[in-house]
């Protein structure tokens, strides 16, 4: 059964890079056409989309966090990675990876069916 | 962007009563080519990632019990339980898969009264 799990410092101080990674276990992050997410939650508050990336390398981001947002795959690891640059206070959040619905196979356009358990981070100094 | 706008912000009502939450979106998200609305509905449950109950408007997902139901189109959705049961309790979440950004309404937090 396929498993994701987000890993990283649960602590950045502001201005320098927070960087997770999603370790996909249980199946291979590249026999499958998806693009896998990143979703943000600041405490409190609702679901924000960071941005996806296809097992191949191409990525999709929230325009709003563009300017600062990387987002990578690694399948040698089974795994995909996010950095976040120039961070500030509001970008304390928890931070889910995941993986679309099945019959949003291949498209960028998705719904998330599976989530990891989520990582928080805080940006303090 | 396509904003998401869910009413009300806080709903409580009694066990096996019903719960009705609303989710409006700023664009049209039906694609008239498979005639098909790119809405989806999550709740989640405090501590716990959200889980995807509704797909396309309308459709459970596997496992989601038959007292959730989701109807709309175009830019006005709902999402209804029948029965309120004890373990609905949650914060739900509508989102637009239309285009990019993807985009999730504000959430509505649901508890017993």
């Known amino acids: 059964q396929l498993r994701l799990q987000e890993s990283g410092p649960g602590l950045v101080k502001p201005s320098e890079t927070l960087s997770l990674t999603c370790s996909v276990s249980?199946?291979?992050?590249?026999?499958?056409?998806?693009?896998w997410g990143w979703i943000r939650q600041p405490p409190g508050m609702g679901l924000e989309w960071i941005g996806s990336i296809y097992y191949r390398g191409s990525t999709s981001y929230n325009p709003s966090l563009e300017s600062r947002v990387s987002i990578s795959v690694d399948t040698s690891k089974n795994q995909f990675s996010l950095k976040i640059n120039s961070v500030t206070v509001a970008d304390t959040a928890v931070y889910y990876c995941?993986?679309?619905?099945?019959?949003?196979?291949?498209?960028?356009?998705?719904?998330?069916?599976?989530w990891g358990q989520g990582i928080p981070v805080t940006v303090s100094s | 962007d396509i904003v998401m706008t869910q009413s009300p912000d806080s709903l409580a009502v009694s066990l096996g009563e019903k719960a009705t939450i609303n989710c409006k979106s700023s664009q049209n998200v039906f694609h008239s080519a498979n005639s098909k609305n790119y809405l989806a509905w999550y709740h989640q449950k405090p501590g716990q990632p959200p889980k995807l109950l509704i797909s396309?408007?309308?459709t459970r997902e596997s496992g989601v019990p038959d007292r959730f139901s989701a109807s709309g189109s175009g830019t006005d959705f709902t999402l209804t339980i029948s029965s309120l049961q004890a373990e609905d309790v949650a914060v739900y979440y509508c989102?637009?898969?239309?285009?990019?950004?993807?985009?999730f309404g504000q959430g509505t937090n649901l508890e017993i009264k």
């Open positions: 396309w408007a309308s």
């Open positions: 989102q637009q898969y239309y285009r990019t950004p993807l985009t």
């Open positions: 249980g199946g291979s992050i590249s026999s499958t056409t998806y693009y």
């Open positions: 995941a993986r679309p619905a099945t019959f949003c196979s291949g498209r960028l356009e998705a719904v998330f069916d599976l």
